[in-house]
């Protein structure tokens, strides 16, 4: 296992109990490979995947008064979904840091998007259990803290790329246009920033870890300039 130091200083956090680290770095398939009474991650992701959804509840709750149940419940599933989890443990490189067995690791395992998303999880719940309830909602939010800081309107729209065009092309034939307007961040943790634009005009910016995600930021920033989303 790599150097837990660099791990730590990384997420900001240094442990009390340093097995709890190792154990949300410890995958099930070594328990399956060596047959051993050895713990793995799976209940550290299931107290993390609570901590997150209480956390980001909260956040959403207190951060938009004026949405229901549906848009707030759409949001938390935006932020906690697998993709998500897995680009912020990707961010973290907490794949350099897994305990695999031999055959998960030539397969790719530190790579595999649902490994990366359980990690996470079990990465919160340990240290939830390490620091409590306080420590673990600062972790979160810190982590959280830019796609939240985009939220001006919640992401109601499952599509708002789509949405979008179905809108603009209502009128005028031409599609919306994407343009990458810049990359900022170190290489592990980069941030993309789109604007769309219709006939020369700009109507939206986002900005998000991927490109596909800040186009769908810029989608819903012109949607709600439109008039076609709830302001905040």
Not at 162 to 181: F, S
Request: aromatic fraction near 6%; proline fraction near 6%; glycine fraction near 8%.
């Amino acid at each position: 296992m790599a150097d837990l130091d660099a791990l730590q200083t990384r997420i900001s956090y240094r442990f009390k109990d340093l097995d709890l680290l190792r154990l949300a770095l410890t995958h099930p398939s070594v328990v399956r490979e060596k047959d051993s009474p050895l713990e793995h991650n799976q209940r550290l992701e299931f107290l993390g995947d609570a901590v997150l959804q209480l956390v980001l509840t909260d956040v959403l709750y207190s951060g938009f008064p004026n949405y229901g149940e549906g848009p707030l419940t759409k949001a938390r599933a935006c932020l906690v979904n697998g993709k998500s989890l897995a680009e912020h443990s990707t961010a973290l490189g907490l794949g350099e840091y897994l305990m695999l067995s031999r055959g998960e690791d030539l397969t790719h395992g530190r790579e595999r998007p649902s490994t990366l998303a359980d990690t996470f999880e079990a990465l919160v719940g340990a240290i939830f259990l390490d620091g409590g309830f306080e420590t673990a909602a600062l972790f979160v939010r810190g982590r959280f803290a830019p796609l939240l800081a985009e939220l001006r309107v919640l992401p109601t729209l499952d599509n708002p790329k789509g949405e979008l065009q179905e809108k603009l092309q209502a009128n005028l034939p031409e599609a919306p246009r994407y343009r990458l307007v810049s990359v900022s961040g170190p290489d592990h943790d980069r941030v993309f920033e789109c604007a769309v634009f219709h006939q020369q005009t700009e109507l939206g910016r986002g900005s998000g870890k991927s490109k596909k995600q800040a186009e769908s930021q810029a989608a819903i920033d012109a949607l709600s300039k439109l008039g076609d989303l709830p302001p905040e």
